[in-house]
């Protein structure tokens, strides 16, 4: 069957990336807003028959930028979807780097709404065939939908990455107990007993303020300091700060989905940090690695 890529217009750099690797034709998108505000998406295409009969794989992370939020990322997604199933794809495979939302997968106080699973539902409904995602923040939200569902892990490529970079005395710390599990995985790829600690983090579900503690032994030693997503950059901050107070020698950000909202960058550099090292779910200077062979062997 003949396959083609869209480019979503949130992963420009990724989409090419898989679109090679893949050795497809790719096309790109055409979008505006409504002076009401409503989004308007166009795939770049002459005539419906280049869709007709074909596999589509579009590529769309839903992380924020200064073009478009969140929101506006998921419905281009819902229209890039509903255009080819239109056009006739025969295959509709999605891949969503970073999928919004995936923190919202609990109710956290009384009233509110687990909205990771209805986006996933949502994108379900639209009868795609395969969707893939990358170090979903919480995989348990992927068993409630009907299609092939792969979360892809970017552990090793991340640690190809930053063994390059010659760091020695390697101890690899979760900014929290939940971010455990992930760093001790993270921590195999550099040899069999590289040490995984971790911090206590309280967060008020209220006001969303961070509470962290710990005590490590960090003396002359670099750190790797590892989370699913930086987002306002608070907990990377506040575990670099306590880092640094316990003698880290050199300390490395690392996050699959580096957003970098806000000040992150600052709070980050200023505790300690000598770099932020994310991929390219989302585009932006800390883009250092590369998911897309990642992606592509699952695709191939
Ligand atoms: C939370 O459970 C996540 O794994 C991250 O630790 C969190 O999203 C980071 O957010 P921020 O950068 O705003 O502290």
Redesign the pocket.
Known sequence: MKKILIVGPASQILGIRIAKGLDINYYNTETKTFPDGENYLRINIDNDSLIDGTEVIIVQSTGPSSSENQNGRLIELLMMIEAVKRMGATKIVVVIPYLAYA?QDSVFRPGECKFAQLVLRLIDSMRINELYVVDI?SQKILEEIQCKCVNIDSMKILADYIKSLNIKNIVVVA??K??VERSRAFAKHFGDNIPVDYFEKVRDVKSGE?TMSGKLSLKNRDVIIS??????????AKAIKILKKEGANRIFAVATHALLLQN?RYRIFSAGADDIIGTDSIDNEVSKVSLSKAIVDYLK
């Open positions: 923190r923040h900014p929290d939940g971010a961070i989370d699913d997503i930086i987002a306002t950059g608070g907990t990377m992150a």
